[in-house]
């Protein structure tokens, strides 16, 4: 069974950088892909960037494009996001998931995920 650990996350002020981390453990051959989403109170949930462990197909949300940057490490089963130009509405936790999958009318499916890592941004 898959297991996700992520870390990485912290209070920064806007238009700084963090980077997230997620390793994942009990990885089989059939994860073709990650991904992260993020909740925020009071808000749906976002799935903000994914990306397939070849690098061949990756997705960014437009809230984010331009800004973040998912990256893998095969050999570490970790997969990163670098979070730049930060933003008061980028906070929230933030959650990486193994194979998210598009759906009919844009949305996401996806069922498993870690503990998550909170990402703070002050104005």
């Known amino acids: 069974q898959v297991q996700l650990v992520e870390s990485g996350g912290g209070l920064v002020q806007a238009g700084e950088s963090l980077r997230l981390s997620c390793v994942v453990s009990?990885?089989?051959?059939?994860?073709?892909?990650m991904g992260w989403f993020r909740q925020a109170p009071g808000k749906e949930r976002e799935v903000v960037a994914a990306?397939?462990?070849?690098?061949?197909?990756?997705y960014y949300a437009d809230s984010v494009k331009g800004r973040f940057t998912i990256s893998t490490d095969n050999a570490k089963n970790t997969v990163y996001l670098l979070m730049n130009s930060l933003k008061p509405e980028d906070t929230a936790m933030y959650y990486c998931?193994?194979?998210?999958?598009?759906?009919?009318?844009?949305?996401?499916?996806?069922?498993?995920w870690g503990q998550g890592t909170q990402v703070t941004v002050s104005s």
């Open positions: 009990g990885r089989t051959s059939s994860n073709y892909g």
């Open positions: 990306v397939t462990w070849s690098g061949s197909s990756i």
């Open positions: 998931t193994p194979d998210p999958e598009r759906i009919a009318g844009g949305g996401w499916r996806y069922n498993r």
